[in-house]
């Protein structure tokens, strides 16, 4: 269990940690039932192009044009508006986005590290920590994406952090590994209300 003289800095995930990434809900507001929705919902945001556009190596354009090949055409309208509005319907985790603000008026560096697409230019703006970061790094930017040491690493750099004296925290355990490979200190995010407790029992929030 890391002790509170140990922690210095915070360093969150976006989905599922800041802000819901809830894949179909991306996709009902333009389809009509849940089959037609899990239709698109695979082609876009299940596809393994997905990752490519998070590390920039494809463009939006790009990314419809894949998806739209694996769709029947009646349903090319709709995903073509889910994927245009889909950062609309990412509402933020508030009870997280409270906790970022206490770790930084107790004084703690607070940061976000995001394998995200550059429409994380437009999520940001609904981010309500997003103004009190110390410090941000963003996949698509960075050519470089969790669970790869190197981007872990590369936040350390840019900010000027030790990363025995930052904790990680992440839904996915793999990018957990990536973090820990780096230095960095981890934990696995399980749910708002756990964390609170975790950062309770390390005296973060005192």
């Not at 090319?76 to 319907?89: D, I, K, L, Q, V």
């Not at 964390?195 to 973060?204: D, H, K, M």
Request: hydrophobic content about 40%; overall charge negative; aromatic content about 10%.
């Amino acid at each position: 269990m890391p002790r509170k003289s140990q922690i210095r800095n915070f360093v969150f995930d976006n989905g599922n940690v800041l802000m819901t990434f809830d894949r179909m809900s991306f996709c009902r507001p333009y389809t009509q039932g849940e089959a037609d929705a899990r239709l698109v919902c695979d082609a876009i945001f299940g596809s393994s192009y997905w990752a490519l556009l998070d590390a920039d190596a494809i463009s939006e354009d790009t990314m419809i044009m894949l998806a739209l090949a694996h769709l029947p055409k009646r349903l090319h309208p709709a995903a073509r508006e889910a994927f245009a509005h889909w950062h609309e319907h990412h509402p933020a985790i508030q009870e997280t986005n409270d906790l970022v603000r206490a770790l930084h008026k107790a004084g703690h560096g607070v940061y976000l590290l995001s394998n995200a697409g550059r429409r994380f230019a437009k999520i940001k703006e609904t981010l309500p920590c997003y103004d009190i970061l110390d410090g941000c790094l963003i996949s698509a930017y960075e050519h470089l994406m969790k669970p790869d040491p190197r981007i872990y690493q590369l936040l350390c750099d840019r900010y000027g952090l030790k990363a025995e004296e930052t904790l990680f925290v992440d839904d996915f355990p793999d990018n957990l590994l990536g973090a820990r490979e780096a230095g960095l200190q981890t934990h696995l995010f399980v749910g708002a209300g756990e964390l609170r407790s975790f950062l309770s029992e390390i005296g973060a929030l005192s």
